[in-house]
Every structure is written in C-alpha cells, then in structure tokens.
C-alpha cells in the first residue's frame, strides 16, 4: 500500500505539530489515528491489551483489525493511559458507547489541561437516553465549546486504505471545529465543520438501527425496492427524532445524516447491516454476536434510540421493529407484516 507524506493543514513549519491521544485501537480508533498521524499529529494510541501496542510499536501494524496495513511513523502506542493522555491537544475516545461512562471515568484524572474531548462513538447511551457528547461533558466536566464529534460515512477498511472520504467535525464552538478540522484534514480525508452537535450525533446513533433494519431486509430477500424504502423512511425517522430535539434539520440531509445512512445500508463493510443481515437469515441473536469480531452499536443502541423517541413523543417504526426483531424475538416476517400493516399516512408526518 502506498503511503501519502503526511502535510500538516493550516500549520506553520515552525509550530509544534499537535499531538493527538486516541483512546481505542479498535477498527475506526486505528484508522482515525492513521488519518490524524497523515495530516501531521503526533499521535499517542492507547490500546487495552499490551500485545496489541507491542504489534503497533514494533511492527507499525494492528494485526487484529487490520493485517498487512502499515502504520504511519507518527504513530506509537501504550497501554498507560496516562502517558497517552500527556499534554494532548485532542483526546480522542474510540470506544463501544455503552463502555464510554465506565472508561472515560477512570482516564479523566488523566486528561490534559485544556484538551479537546472528541467522540468518534455513534450511540445513545442506555438507561440515561444521553448521547454521547452528553456523556463525556457529565462525566469528564468540561464545557460544550471542549467536546467534539467526528461523524459521516467513513468505513474504516476504506480510510485505512486513503480512500476519498468526507466527514463532519461538529462542535458548538466554531474555532474548536476549525482547529480539529485542520487536525485532521488529508489529501484523501475532507473534513467539514458544522456547530449542530446533536444533529450530527443523532445521525450517526439512528443510521446503525436503519442498517440493521436494511441488513434485515438483505437477508429475507426483500429488494432494493424495500431497502430504498427503508433508506428513505428511516431518514424522515431520524429527522422527526431529531426536529423534536433542536437540531437543524439540514443536517440530515448532509454527511452526518444521509451520508452516513447510505453508507451504512449499502456496504458489506458495515457491521450493522452484515449483522442485520444475518438475522434476516434466520439465524438467532446469540448467532449472530458469535460469529460477529465487532460492536454493532445499533444491536444495543436500538433500545436506547426508542427511549430518546418516546421522551420526546416521536413516532419511529422502524426502530421499534428492530427492537422488536432484535431484543423481544419477533420473527422478521411477523415484524414485516405489522410494519407494512401500519395505518396509511401522508408522507410528511
């Protein structure tokens, strides 16, 4: 594979080159870090399990996630939070959403003084309806203008490969959107800023549930007429959720939103829709996770995306029938009857 010289956007040579802590070295923690570490971060990778830094420090690889790819130079690793954590200008928090709360309360002694906290998650968080960026100013204790969120299509085997890509960097302060967007910004990774944090998160946490539903309806053989609908639909779901909210609603219609919708329910690189597709198979949820490497975050934030609706008195099928499909053991069929059953409407409600 051949490597881009990383360039450092809107740096000067003689500026100390950011430095970027990346708290994950699962699938998209590692292929963020690439793309921070290509555009001219030094970048610190905090992975669990020692054996995983050793492979990254020694042999510039991750070989449980991505065998045969070469690590840029400006990537080392540790397992100490602490040392990973040291003077970083970004914190980046690559974790499953369900483990952010636990993980982030134990690493906030270590934060830097002024760091930008930056979720790479799309989740809600169950039990509390909270999402991520939620999470992290709670339990980390810092302002809005110091949490960021980096959403959009971005399967990570693509970006690992320096395929174009775009993607949103959202924060309610404008000038922290800037400077990760030039943190991150790579001849083949185009990222763009956008303030409407809860816009972007939601997109990024409903697309997982849609794509199970999409995987669903792949694996029973239902069409590219039924996936459009699902596509189509489950995008008006996610807007209403998100109008409901405050957010912009152009959003949706943006990378955080359709984008990243589209993304997800069409590539087999998508964990959520090979694991709904399974599911569509006929095989049973305890089948599924078994023969599934990674998080799905939409098997568990399903839930906790129909508890945001239904605090908010918004309608959402489709994610009821995934909760239904997933969590209660409706046969996909019995699931399709009643969803197709439903009253019929005017489009726009």
Same mark, same amino acid.
């Given at each position: 594979m051949t490597q881009p010289a990383p360039q450092a956007y809107g740096a000067s040579a003689a500026a100390r080159p950011p430095k970027a802590a990346v708290f994950g070295s699962g699938s998209w923690g590692t292929a963020f870090a690439i793309v921070l570490a290509d555009a001219g971060c030094e970048v610190v990778l905090w992975a669990r399990r020692k054996e995983v830094a050793d492979a990254i420090n020694t042999g510039r690889t991750n070989p449980d996630y991505f065998p045969g790819a070469e690590l840029p130079a400006g990537i080392r690793a540790t397992t100490d939070p602490?040392? $990973?954590?040291?003077?970083?200008?970004?914190?980046v928090l690559s974790v499953p959403s369900q483990t952010l709360r636990e993980n982030l309360a134990a690493w906030r002694e270590h934060l830097a003084p002024d760091t930008v906290l930056v979720s790479l998650m799309k989740g809600v968080e169950l039990g509390t309806a909270k999402r991520m960026s939620e999470v992290i100013g709670e339990v980390?204790? /810092?302002?809005?203008?110091?949490?960021?969120?980096? +959403?959009?299509?971005? #399967?990570?085997?693509?970006?690992? @490969?320096?395929?174009?890509?775009?993607? /949103?960097?959202? &924060?309610?302060?404008? !000038? +922290?959107?800037?400077r990760l967007q030039a943190a991150c910004h790579t001849p083949y990774f185009r990222p763009y800023t956008n303030t409407d944090?809860?816009? &972007?998160?939601?997109?990024?946490?409903?697309?997982?549930?849609?794509?199970?539903?999409?995987?669903?309806?792949d694996g029973m053989g239902l069409g590219d007429n039924a996936k459009g609908s699902l596509i189509t639909r489950g995008l008006a779901e996610t807007t209403r959720l998100?109008?409901?909210?405050?957010? !912009?609603?152009? =959003?949706?219609?943006?990378?955080?939103? #359709?984008? !990243?919708?589209?993304?997800? &329910?069409?590539s087999p690189l998508s964990r959520n829709h090979?694991?709904?597709?399974? #599911?569509?198979?006929?095989?049973?949820?305890?089948?599924?996770? @078994?023969? +599934?490497?990674? =998080? $799905? *975050?939409?098997?568990?934030? &399903? *839930?906790?995306?129909?508890?945001?609706?239904?605090?908010?008195?918004? !309608?959402?099928?489709? +994610?009821?029938? /995934?909760?239904?499909?997933?969590?209660?053991?409706?046969?996909? /069929?019995?699931?399709?009857?009643?969803?197709?059953?439903?009253? $019929?409407?005017?489009?726009?409600?």
């Amino acid at each position: 594979m051949t490597q881009p010289a990383p360039q450092a956007y809107g740096a000067s040579a003689a500026a100390r080159p950011p430095k970027a802590a990346v708290f994950g070295s699962g699938s998209w923690g590692t292929a963020f870090a690439i793309v921070l570490a290509d555009a001219g971060c030094e970048v610190v990778l905090w992975a669990r399990r020692k054996e995983v830094a050793d492979a990254i420090n020694t042999g510039r690889t991750n070989p449980d996630y991505f065998p045969g790819a070469e690590l840029p130079a400006g990537i080392r690793a540790t397992t100490d939070p602490a040392e $990973a954590a040291r003077n970083a200008d970004f914190t980046v928090l690559s974790v499953p959403s369900q483990t952010l709360r636990e993980n982030l309360a134990a690493w906030r002694e270590h934060l830097a003084p002024d760091t930008v906290l930056v979720s790479l998650m799309k989740g809600v968080e169950l039990g509390t309806a909270k999402r991520m960026s939620e999470v992290i100013g709670e339990v980390a204790g /810092v302002p809005e203008e110091r949490v960021a969120v980096v +959403t959009g299509p971005n #399967l990570a085997k693509e970006i690992v @490969a320096r395929m174009p890509a775009a993607a /949103v960097v959202a &924060c309610r302060d404008e !000038d +922290t959107a800037r400077r990760l967007q030039a943190a991150c910004h790579t001849p083949y990774f185009r990222p763009y800023t956008n303030t409407d944090v809860t816009g &972007c998160e939601l997109g990024g946490a409903v697309k997982n549930v849609i794509g199970l539903a999409v995987g669903i309806a792949d694996g029973m053989g239902l069409g590219d007429n039924a996936k459009g609908s699902l596509i189509t639909r489950g995008l008006a779901e996610t807007t209403r959720l998100g109008l409901a909210m405050g957010a !912009d609603p152009l =959003t949706f219609s943006g990378l955080a939103g #359709l984008g !990243d919708l589209v993304a997800t &329910c069409s590539s087999p690189l998508s964990r959520n829709h090979t694991f709904g597709t399974n #599911l569509g198979r006929g095989m049973t949820l305890a089948e599924t996770i @078994a023969v +599934t490497r990674q =998080t $799905a *975050e939409g098997v568990k934030s &399903c *839930e906790s995306v129909l508890d945001l609706a239904r605090r908010h008195g918004v !309608d959402m099928p489709i +994610t009821e029938t /995934v909760v239904g499909i997933v969590h209660e053991g409706k046969p996909p /069929v019995v699931a399709l009857k009643e969803l197709m059953s439903r009253a $019929a409407k005017p489009e726009r409600r």
